[in-house]
């Protein structure tokens, strides 16, 4: 299942003045915090193992991980089936609450989500809303 990809942000009401890599940037930082709690898929550790590595080191951003792992695309194969169960919930686009939580977080100030800057910075200051949704959600299922 294919939950989000970059290209689907690069037309219509995208902003002119932004390569299209900054439809990356929302999907990179919720698939770079699952990544980072250790929810890869066993596929993706396999094969991915240096680019993994390059974000746990954060010598790469999350968009550009996205962007260079998966082509934009975040799809289920490329986490586990927790991390799945977590993103039908939370980041569905029509009903989640993960864009209310980038946007409140990153994009208050902004023209738009898509100028939220593909940074460690930006993502530190979304990974504990993040964090938060989670454990409110696991403490649901038990």
């Given at each position: 299942?294919?939950?989000?990809?970059?290209?689907?942000?690069?037309?219509?009401?995208?902003?002119?003045?932004?390569?299209?890599?900054?439809?990356?940037?929302?999907?990179?930082?919720?698939?770079?915090?699952?990544?980072?709690?250790?929810?890869?898929?066993?596929?993706?550790?396999?094969?991915?193992?240096?680019?993994?590595?390059?974000?746990?080191?954060?010598?790469?951003?999350?968009?550009?991980?996205?962007?260079?792992?998966?082509?934009?695309?975040?799809?289920?194969?490329?986490?586990?089936?927790?991390?799945?169960?977590?993103?039908a919930v939370y980041y569905d686009l029509e009903n989640g609450q993960y864009?209310?939580?980038?946007?409140?977080?990153?994009?208050?100030?902004?023209?738009?989500?898509?100028?939220?800057?593909?940074?460690?910075?930006?993502?530190?200051?979304?990974?504990?809303?993040?964090?938060?949704?989670?454990?409110?959600?696991?403490?649901?299922?038990?």
């Open positions: 299942m294919k939950y989000d990809d970059a290209s689907w942000h690069s037309g219509g009401h995208f902003p002119s003045d932004l390569p299209a890599e900054a439809g990356a940037t929302h999907i990179g930082m919720y698939l770079a915090w699952l990544l980072l709690q250790g929810m890869a898929s066993e596929e993706l550790a396999e094969d991915a193992e240096e680019d993994l590595q390059a974000l746990r080191e954060r010598s790469t951003t999350p968009g550009l991980f996205l962007l260079q792992c998966s082509d934009g695309k975040f799809v289920d194969d490329l986490v586990s089936d927790e991390a799945n169960t977590f993103t864009l209310e939580d980038y946007e409140e977080q990153l994009g208050a100030e902004l023209l738009s989500l898509y100028h939220v800057a593909d940074t460690w910075e930006n993502f530190d200051r979304l990974a504990p809303a993040i964090a938060q949704r989670f454990a409110a959600w696991q403490a649901t299922r038990t």
